[in-house]
């Protein structure tokens, strides 16, 4: 029901920008929380983001706060993350998320009703 496509993805050098996108199926802004979250080779997920509808509430890693920003367009249909000063620990691939619960992108605790998309591959040379 809920399709995620992910982009914007690609190679950067350390302290440059990329701004990825995620398109969603329609309805899923208005109906769902939506989030962001990283997994670096051989590490575990990693939440960077998460905002309830209409942006009301934003709620960010502490880790990452202040480098990366998420923002969206309700008409679009279209949710984006713009990453600043980005480092080579950022090298990862970084999916959206829609869920039913601001919670569950928080903790990545996901259940059978949410869902995230195939993910876009950043890579920070240095």
């Known amino acids: 029901q809920v399709q995620l496509v992910e982009s914007g993805g690609g190679l950067v050098q350390a302290g440059g920008s990329l701004r990825l996108s995620c398109g969603a199926s329609?309805?899923?802004?208005?109906?769902?929380?939506m989030g962001w979250f990283r997994q670096a080779p051989g590490k575990e997920r990693e939440f960077i983001v998460a905002?309830?509808?209409?942006?009301?509430?934003?709620y960010y890693s502490d880790s990452l706060k202040g480098r990366f920003t998420m923002s969206r367009d309700n008409a679009k249909n279209t949710v984006y993350l713009q990453m600043n000063d980005l480092k080579p620990e950022d090298t990862a691939v970084y999916y959206c998320?829609?869920?039913?619960?601001?919670?569950?992108?928080?903790?990545?605790?996901?259940?059978?009703?949410?869902?995230w998309g195939q993910g876009t591959q950043v890579t920070v040379s240095s």
């Open positions: 905002t309830k509808r209409g942006s009301s509430s934003t």
């Open positions: 998320a829609a869920a039913t619960k601001l919670q569950d992108i928080v903790t990545l605790k996901f259940t059978s009703d949410d869902s």
């Open positions: 329609e309805r899923t802004l208005s109906t769902y929380v």
